[in-house]
T-cell receptor
Framework: DGGITQSPKYLFRKEGQNVTLSCEQN?????MYWYRQDPGQGLRLIYY???????QKGDIAEGYSVSREKKESFPLTVTSAQKNPTAFYLC????????????FGPGTRLTVT | KQEVTQIPAALSVPEGENLVLNCSFT??????LQWFRQDPGKGLTSLLL?????REQTSGRLNASLDKSSGRSTLYIAASQPGDSATYLC??????????????FGQGTELSVKP
């Protein structure tokens, strides 16, 4: 089955710890995205990548980092510098950047205490 | 700055009713508009994608329209069922605020269909 997988589904961390969220796709898509969703708010873009070994900051990149070493993988690290990391994180992909339909993974809910 | 607004924020209807969800956006220079469904604690499922050159798209009981010049889209759900209960999100893509194809989302309409 083609699709996007995110792991883990739930993640709990103590304040001050870095944590990495996994995102994998087997759709052969060039573009991948990370969004954050908070209660009562729309999704906001954290980082995006249009091609391997290249990525760009989105609207709320502070306190986050990413890598794109393989086409199918786009992990997101939430660092201790992120002031309010508790949220629902969604990964998406599309055939290319620009004007293509995006497909979303099942999400990871991160809770930091 | 592109802003997307969805009205109403929540809607409760009896089963079988036809209903309309509204989405408006402030900048008409978009490539496309997508409607998504989100069940509690889950990811987003794409329902319909309307390109900027199109006026509407249909899939089963769903029909989405787009009026780019007025910055409006509607999602029409015919003969609603309890299984339609979810949050519906609209998102626009493109224009001068485009960052690699990022989607700009509304806050969603939470739909509850009562048996």
């Amino acid at each position: 089955d083609g699709g996007i997988t995110q792991s883990p589904k739930y993640l709990f961390r103590k304040e001050g710890q870095n944590v990495t969220l996994s995102c994998e796709q087997n759709l052969n898509h060039d573009a991948m995205y990370w969004y954050r969703q908070d209660p009562g708010q729309g999704l906001r873009l954290i980082y995006y990548s249009q091609i391997v070994n290249d990525f760009q900051k989105g609207d709320i990149a502070e306190g986050y980092s990413v890598s794109r070493e393989k086409k199918e993988s786009f992990p997101l690290t939430v660092t201790s510098a992120q002031k309010n990391p508790t949220a629902f994180y969604l990964c998406a992909s599309s055939p290319a950047g620009g004007s293509y339909e995006q497909y979303f993974g099942p999400g990871t809910r991160l809770t930091v205490t | 700055k592109q802003e997307v607004t969805q009205i109403p924020a929540a809607l409760s209807v009896p089963e079988g009713e036809n209903l309309v969800l509204n989405c408006s956006f402030t900048d008409s220079a978009i490539y496309n508009l997508q409607w998504f469904r989100q069940d509690p604690g889950k990811g987003l499922t794409s329902l319909l994608l309307i390109q900027s050159s199109q006026r509407e798209q249909t899939s089963g009981r769903l029909n989405a329209s787009l009026d780019k010049s007025s910055g409006r889209s509607t999602l029409y759900i015919a003969a609603s069922q309890p299984g339609d209960s979810a949050t519906y999100l609209c998102a626009v893509q493109g224009g001068i605020y485009n960052q690699g194809g990022k989607l700009i989302f509304g806050q969603g309409t939470e739909l509850s269909v009562k048996p």
